[in-house]
């Protein structure tokens, strides 16, 4: 069955400091994607990135970049030059193909506090 | 210009009342999810819809009934409604549900809170 485990309740950082957000995903499935999402404290979810089990290189998108760690089965989120809109809760989840890639399964999330 | 938009945004009820939930996305995506996130944030699939066919009932009560009228629309209808039906629910949609790399769109979610 897949999982995904995020270790951390809440982090803390300082504004223009970079943070990791961990994610540790365990699944059988040698096809499989991984993505991360943002929940600020108006309740949306807002997709940042995603990275696929083939993908050679850690995705980027802007100051979002993902640590893959295939070996290790770890996706973890590095958000540079940390801002104070990027205080939120942040979603690990993955989709793998023995659901057929039906759904993403989320873990539970870590809350990141940025301060001034 | 919104993608996916979900009604109401807040929904206060009494235990045994029948309520829905509304959702649409414009993105042309053929397939549609209802999430339900509890109090400790966490998020769990209910049900997913492709072209208005039920793909996914991950256990939920069968007091939960999703309708899709079409691929753009999907409701979700809960009858009897209990104290620990209290959450938010999320509708999402993604182009391909058959692909690692597709994400899902989310709505901006609906607070429910039973009394």
């Known amino acids: 069955a897949q999982k995904i485990t995020q270790t951390q309740p809440g982090m803390f950082v300082q504004e223009k400091e970079a943070v990791t957000l961990d994610c540790t995903y365990d699944?059988?499935?040698?096809?499989?994607?991984l993505f991360w999402y943002k929940q600020p404290s108006s309740g949306e979810m807002i997709f940042l990135i995603y990275?696929?089990?083939?993908?050679?290189q850690n995705a980027t998108e802007g100051r979002y970049s993902l640590n893959f760690q295939k070996a290790r089965k770890s996706a973890n989120l590095v958000i540079s030059a940390s801002q104070l809109g990027d205080s939120a809760m942040y979603f690990c989840?993955?989709?793998?193909?023995?659901?057929?890639?039906?759904?993403?399964?989320f873990g539970t999330g870590t809350r990141l506090l940025v301060s001034p | 210009d919104t993608a996916v938009s979900q009604t109401p945004k807040y929904l206060v009820t009494q235990m045994g009342n029948d309520k829905s939930i509304k959702c649409e996305q414009n993105?042309?995506?053929?397939?549609m999810y209802w999430y339900k996130q509890d109090s400790k944030k966490f998020l769990k699939i209910m049900f997913s819809?492709?072209?208005?066919?039920?793909?996914i009932n991950e256990t939920v009560p069968n007091r939960f009934s999703p309708k899709s009228p079409d691929k753009a629309h999907l409701n979700l209808h809960i009858n009897s409604l209990e104290l620990g039906d209290s959450a938010v629910y999320f509708c999402?949609?993604?182009?391909?549900?058959?692909?690692?790399?597709?994400?899902?769109?989310f709505g901006n979610g609906t607070r429910l809170t039973v009394t």
């Open positions: 993105l042309g995506h053929d397939t």
């Open positions: 989840a993955m989709r793998t193909m023995n659901t057929g890639f039906q759904k993403l399964v």
């Open positions: 990275q696929g089990s083939y993908d050679q």
């Open positions: 819809y492709n072209n208005k066919e039920l793909i």
């Open positions: 999402a949609s993604s182009r391909d549900r058959t692909v690692a790399n597709s994400p899902l769109h």
């Open positions: 699944t059988s499935d040698p096809s499989y994607g």
